[in-house]
């Protein structure tokens, strides 16, 4: 079947633009997470979901980041008044249960943010 | 905070040869332990669990360890092939709202042929 999807794959942004990044988790999926990957790191925590509820927002790093995921299947994440520190390759994973610690986590190929 | 180590260098291998892969953390006892591959340009794919009462895990040709008082993890490719270059990183489960992961840095493996 069909992996996590996200587009775009890659966004320029200027600095001080708005851009929305979405993110299509496995069907039937509850559980759905955003990660946040500099260049040379590891992913990071931003937040998570199950279904349409944000349970966990606390890795967000200002209140210029923003997710969503209205009737629990796409979330968007939306980051306003862009930044050159908020270009990272954007991933999102989503996980078949709600709060299972031993579920699988599946990715998406994730999206390159560049801000000039 | 948490905080997860891995070899940032490289581990550069002849093919044939095992590859042992290192991931150390502190400030945390973590009930489970997950290594990922991530390719350039794609995301990480999922390899191996362990739990916090198993010592060791195997599948295939990919071995993983957990030593709960040391707080580390080796992970070992056996045999080891130039498709298994990659970048392999080590996730702990934090067991918060969810099962975030939170993740090393990650070490890039090159098998030489």
């Known amino acids: 079947g069909a992996g996590v999807s996200q587009s775009p794959r890659y966004k320029v942004a200027k600095r001080g633009q708005d851009v929305a990044l979405r993110c299509d988790p496995i069907?039937?999926?509850?559980?759905l997470f955003w990660y946040q990957q500099a260049l040379g790191q590891g992913p990071e925590f931003l937040t998570y979901?199950?279904?349409?509820?944000?349970?966990?927002k606390s890795g967000l790093p200002s209140d210029r980041f923003f997710a969503e995921r209205p009737e629990g299947s796409v979330s968007t994440l939306k980051i306003q008044r862009t930044q050159q520190e908020d270009s990272a390759v954007y991933l999102c994973?989503?996980?078949?249960?709600?709060?299972?610690?031993?579920?699988?986590?599946?990715f998406g190929p994730g999206t390159r943010l560049t801000v000039l | 905070s948490q905080k997860i180590e891995q070899n940032s260098e490289a581990l550069n291998i002849q093919e044939g040869k095992t590859a042992t892969l290192t991931c150390n953390y502190t400030n945390y006892s973590p009930a489970y332990l997950q290594w990922y591959r991530q390719d350039p340009g794609r995301g990480p794919v999922f390899l191996l669990l362990i739990r916090e009462n198993e010592k060791e895990k195997r599948k295939e040709r990919l071995k993983v360890t957990f030593d709960t008082t040391l707080k580390q993890s080796l992970f070992q490719i056996t045999a080891s092939q130039p498709a298994d270059s990659a970048t392999y990183l080590c996730?702990?489960?934090?067991?918060?709202?969810?099962?975030?992961?939170?993740f090393g840095g990650g070490t890039r493996l090159m098998v030489k042929p």
């Open positions: 979901f199950q279904n349409e509820a944000q349970l966990d």
């Open positions: 994973a989503s996980s078949l249960h709600p709060s299972r610690p031993m579920d699988t986590q599946y």
């Open positions: 069907s039937g999926h509850v559980s």
């Open positions: 996730a702990l489960v934090m067991g918060n709202a969810g099962n975030m992961l939170t």
